[in-house]
């Protein structure tokens, strides 16, 4: 019982680095690698030039397993990635960009939705929209522009629009996606979860 | 898809194949570096001519490269132009610091021959930095890039997660493959001119759930390997693929060294020293001829609010 208390008890700044052991390395390897990949081949195209990226799933799941902190390297990590493969040349403007929407997307459990244990409700899904739709907002709304204008002198108004469509799109897809699949993992992670200590030897 | 990819994985023969991770990681990062801090032509042609150069010095398979040089042309080149042009066509104005006419359409759509100027720096700048990364990508081995990321001083689960990462990239492409053509065998349309969107985002839900799953699966029994081979148990390692400098190593170095002074001067230089008036040298303006313009007037959205 003591084991659990403390376990409950964790403070904000060990929930934000999450832990980092070898798992959590492995994890953010492969979810770097699929990020990579969907992002390349994984897009349903909209508009020429726009496209609603799937990848943006990654972030969520690793995000709600192991912490904004994984989230921000994995996507980050997985972004530079993506421009290797991609071979549309390096966009440092866009992997800042992401890594930060990665980090604000995967606060969840900051705020108590604790996927591994099995715990999302109605009110987690509310904040985890507002936490995906700010994110957005800030990274590709704030952060994308003032890199793009001091690294690359993209056109600030080209910029925005694109920065407006990835909003939009990511959005779309982090909620539609995203929650429908953080409670079929809540799901699954709660019926592993739910044993009950054998109490019937104590005498 | 597979011939698409152009990472490579094996190390090969030629003077560049052989360097060490670390120098390679190193050039890498110093043109990447260089390329971003200019806007200059005169500097940005022997950048983009360099890595060029070295990719036809390892003779590499050229179809992906092609396709791959093919369509950064189409989105960034053709598509990317348009869009400047008919959103903001007189953003020469801002960056090149002069406005001189050359086609009239009509109010709002303009061609003026510094935002011609603009594209054609820009795109050059892309294009530095797409022939390096290509350079990069088809000398470098993923332990490689690893050694070479943890001679940077980066942490060195950093770098596990990088090369562990770039290492994956083909098993998951693989997998992607195959869970897409047995959706599809099964019924599932994703051809866009078939389907709606609605029905395409739910059905690639539908794909993804198998192949998150089935790759975050294996993170156990991976973790559970390196863990076993005494992963993490101290601060440092070393890295199987570093070996000692050849003779193209210490060159390269020699190179590097010299190369990254030149940034470091031509930055503080172009940035404090002599700060140029607007972002971009071009030809047919002339120094006392640059009118500056605020960034900030030029944002189309701003112009509502007031």
Known sequence: ?203 | MNNKLVINFIPGKTTLHKMAGSTKVLLFVLFTIAIIATFDMRVLLPLMVVPFAAIVSMKPNYKPLIFLFAFMIVTVGIIGTVMLLVVSPDVGLTHVGSHTEILQVSDRLYVTSETLWYVLVTFTKRIASFATVIAFVLMTTPSEFASGLSFLRLPYKVCIIVSLAYRTIPDIARRFIDIRNSMQMRGVELNSKRTSLGKRLKYTGAMLVPLIISSFGKVETIANAMDLRGFGRLKKRTWYAEHELTRADRIARAFSAVFAAAILFYILYTKFLNPYPVTMWCPFVKLENITKVNVFDTLFFLKWFR
């Open chain 1, 1 to 203: 019982m003591e084991n659990t208390t403390v376990k409950a008890k964790k403070s904000i700044g060990s929930l934000i680095v999450g832990e980092w052991n070898t798992k959590t390395i492995v994890a953010i390897a492969i979810g770097a690698a699929l990020y990579g990949v969907l992002m390349v081949y994984g897009g349903i195209p909209i508009f020429t030039n726009t496209q609603l990226s799937v990848a943006m799933i990654i972030p969520v799941v690793v995000g709600g397993l192991f912490g904004p902190l994984p989230a921000l390297v994995c996507c980050g990590v997985g972004n530079v990635l993506a421009d290797l493969i991609g071979g549309w040349g390096m966009w440092f403007d866009w992997s800042i960009g992401n890594a930060i929407m990665a980090f604000c997307v995967g606060l969840l459990p900051v705020y108590g939705a604790r996927i591994t244990e099995g715990i999302f409700s109605v009110k987690h899904a509310i904040i985890y929209a507002v936490c995906c739709i700010l994110g957005n907002v800030i990274a590709f709304g704030v952060i994308t522009p003032i890199f793009s204008y001091l690294l690359y002198a993209s056109d600030l108004n080209i910029t925005f629009l694109q920065a407006f469509a990835a909003t939009l799109g990511n959005s779309a897809v982090l909620i539609i996606i995203g929650i429908p699949i953080l409670i079929l993992l809540a799901k699954r992670y709660k019926a592993r979860s739910n044993l009950s200590q054998d109490k019937t030897g104590e005498y």
